[in-house]
């Protein structure tokens, strides 16, 4: 609340003499309008979607598995993705657009999007500092990783045809189920003699550890021809989207993100804010509950800005520096027994203020656009 009463307190400042700047909109400055170009922003939400995506291919005896007991085993190639992790994230975007008119000596700091994080006004005859405004890309997008840049996380078994490389597998053309069954069959004797009769005193134990484990790895090698073989990979969703204030800001706003299924994965859904797309049991939603902190303010401020004193003064000598000061929102992503939530500072669904102060030094959160601190030079 103290917060809030000292927003409104620099509001209400009544201008200085010795102006040294002024802001207007950028569609009313005029065409001789001349001066530092910025931002108000947006705040962005990005979603990042983690997937795990598992390629099952069929051992060429799938058929004939019941021979070692297997059960279940792959019977075609295919493909099953599921959802590990949905991370929440918010970072600034471009807005609305307004040129800063300097009279005397200040210094302007903006950040990569083009919006201010510093005002300074100074006495000392410095030139005006302007740093370079970076054009920012206005687009929703939803983005995803290349699928030839999934990361592997695992595959078991090892693939048979890395023993026939070897030479440690016979070639399948002369390879058949019951030969197989009974190539693993002796694998595994000689395993088992490998332990219970010991060594003869060339070997060290490692050495009999490391043989072991060679022919364990040839059996894998016989079983995958009936099991199949696992790839487990992951992939990495990103979906960028700047979301519209509801007009009942009340009501939780519904967004849906994209589409998911075991068989295809994630499947974009462009965003609108009248996106009318069906939600059913396959569609990931954004749930935005907003807390509705700054009401009262909003209040104030809207009757303060509409008086016809307020207005002429701002139409004819424009005001301090438009800013925003944002609403805190609750975004949760729920989708079957997986919940995420956070609680993330959205500047387009709280107000632009303005001072019509001129003569302070002003700095700016990075992210938000929310005007931190006041000082008097």
Known sequence: ?????????????????????????????????????????????VFEIRLEKNVRHKGIFAQSAYLLGLKNVPTKDDTIYSIQNITIKSQPT?????????????????????????????????????????KPNHSNHIKQTPKDNAVTLSTSPIYEKRFMELGMLEPTSSLTAEKAVERIKALREEQIKMLSEGVD?????????????QLDEIINGYV?????????????????IVPEKPIITEEDLLIPLCSFSEKEGVKKIPYSASNSTQIDNKTIVANLHC?????????????????????????????????AIPEKVEVSVSFGSLNFVKDV????????AYTLSNTQSLDFDRKTGELKSVSSK
Request: glycine share 8%; with cysteine; hydrophobic share 35%.
């Open 94 to 134: 471009a807005g609305a657009m307004y040129i800063l008119e300097t009279k005397g000596v200040i210094s302007v700091e903006k950040n990569s999007i083009g919006a201010l994080t510093k005002i300074m006004v100074s006495r000392n005859d410095r030139q005006s500092a302007d740093k370079e405004f970076e």
């Open 291 to 323: 807390y509705n902190t700054i009401k009262p303010l909003a209040t104030t401020l809207k009757r303060q800005s509409g008086s016809k004193e307020t207005q002429e003064r701002i139409n004819k000598k424009g005001v301090g520096v438009y800013y």
């Open 1 to 45: 609340m103290r917060k809030y009463i000292f927003l409104a307190a620099v509001l209400s400042c009544v201008m200085a003499q010795g102006q040294t700047y002024s802001s207007f909109p950028l569609d009313k400055a005029g065409e001789t309008a001349n001066g530092i170009y910025y931002t108000v922003p947006q705040t962005e939400l």
């Open 345 to 352: 500072s959205l500047a387009q669904f709280g107000v632009t």
């Open 201 to 213: 005193g060339t070997y060290l134990n490692t050495t009999i550890d490391f043989m072991y484990k």
């Open 224 to 240: 995958a021809m009936f099991a199949g073989v696992e790839d487990k990979q992951e992939e990495v969703v990103i979906i960028k």
